[in-house]
Structure formats: structure tokens, C-alpha cells
């Protein structure tokens, strides 16, 4: 029973972060905010999280299951090229757009001043995420017969770089500038110049 509320209390803690940051723009969250909307004190707070660099691990360890849960989804039922990468990237959009305060962790906005190990996670995760599109970029001559003229890290690049401009408009706009608005006719354009390179 106690184990369960210890867990209870770490995911609402991690919860009310998250909605902090989607709510707070602009401004730090210090423990001292993140427990007074907890409704609990400081050391309560540090009862369930060692440091606030923890709490910001968890979250990205939850980005991360969510975002590369999602990839392999995608790799298991999808085996054309171009629907894969397509929906590789409408599936982080889609998070960004769910999840608010998240995106900010993705963008790193919510890390500034914070550890730089975190940015480091979170770098990690978008190569992560880079590197899968050139590896379906790539299988594209195996699976399809044509490859790419161009090189397919540069083609990846370029997605990612659409994928992160999304993310980065939208915290910027104070998130009315929907990451998914728009993406099903921007991908069509995007992928035509895919294919043309």
C-alpha cells in the first residue's frame, strides 16, 4: 500500500510538473512553486525525488518510452519508406501538440539553467530519432528497388530540422500554433522534394 502511494505521488508529481511548464511559460519553476501546487512541502517533495534534474529524467525517460514506443510501432506495421517516415513524424507532432509542457523539455526551453546532462538526453533523443529516418531513407533500395540521389543523412536532417521548427513554433506561439496544423499538405510537399533529390 505504501509502494503504491509513493508511485502515486512521484506520477503526480511528474504530472503537475508537466503542467507547470505548460502553464508557466516564461518563468522558472523552482521546488518551492512545484510544492506549493503539490500541496506539499519541500521536503516532501525530496522524500520522491532526490533532485529537480531527476524529476526532469523522468520526464524524458516518459518522452522517450511514449516517442520510441511509438517509432517501433510504426516500423512493425508500416513497411513502405515514405508512409514510415510520414507518420514517424506526425506521431511526435502529435505528442508535442498533447503534451505541452513536454515540448518544452523537447525543446529545451524548460531546461534552461538546468542540468546540462538533460539537454545532453534530450539531443540524444532527437539523433535517436534522425539517425531511424536515414536508416528508412536508406532501406528504401532494399524494400523498393530506388534510392535517393541525394544522401540520405542529408534527407534526414531535413525532416528532423521540419520536425523541430513544428516543436519550436508552438512553444513559441504560447502553443496556439498547432505542430500538426497543416502537416498532412506540408508533408505532400515535403516529400515530393524527397523524392526529387
Known amino acids: 500500500m505504501t509502494t503504491q502511494r509513493k508511485s502515486n505521488r512521484r506520477e503526480e508529481i511528474l504530472g503537475t510538473l508537466a503542467y ?7 518563468q522558472p519553476i523552482t ?7 503539490v500541496g506539499v512541502s519541500e521536503a516532501a517533495l525530496y522524500r520522491h525525488f532526490p533532485s529537480k534534474a531527476k524529476m526532469f529524467d523522468d520526464l524524458i525517460s ?37 503534451s505541452p509542457g513536454m515540448t518544452r ?14 539537454r545532453a538526453r534530450v539531443v540524444s533523443l532527437f539523433e535517436r530519432l534522425e539517425s531511424q ?18 544522401d540520405e543523412g542529408m534527407l534526414a536532417n531535413i525532416v528532423m530540422a521540419y ?10 506561439s504560447g502553443f496556439k ?6 502537416f498532412t ?7 515530393q522534394q524527397l523524392l526529387s533529390a
Open 105 to 118: 523539455v523537447l525543446t529545451g526551453d524548460a531546461l534552461m539553467g538546468e542540468n546540462e546532462r538533460l
Open 62 to 98: 516518459y518522452i522517450e518510452d511514449i516517442v520510441l514506443g511509438g517509432v517501433n510501432k510504426v516500423l512493425e506495421t508500416e513497411k513502405q519508406t515514405m508512409p514510415r517516415v510520414q507518420q514517424i513524424i506526425g506521431l511526435l507532432l502529435q505528442f508535442a501538440e498533447q
Open 185 to 191: 499538405a506540408q508533408w505532400q510537399l515535403l516529400e
Open 133 to 150: 529516418v536515414k536508416q528508412i531513407l536508406r532501406e528504401r533500395r532494399m524494400r523498393e528497388g530506388v534510392q535517393f540521389s541525394a
Open 177 to 182: 500554433k498547432k505542430p500538426t496544423t497543416e
Open 20 to 26: 507547470m511548464l505548460e502553464t508557466h511559460l516564461g
Open 163 to 172: 520536425a523541430e521548427g513544428k516543436l519550436s513554433q508552438y512553444v513559441r
Open 31 to 37: 521546488t518551492a512553486k512545484l510544492a506549493a501546487e
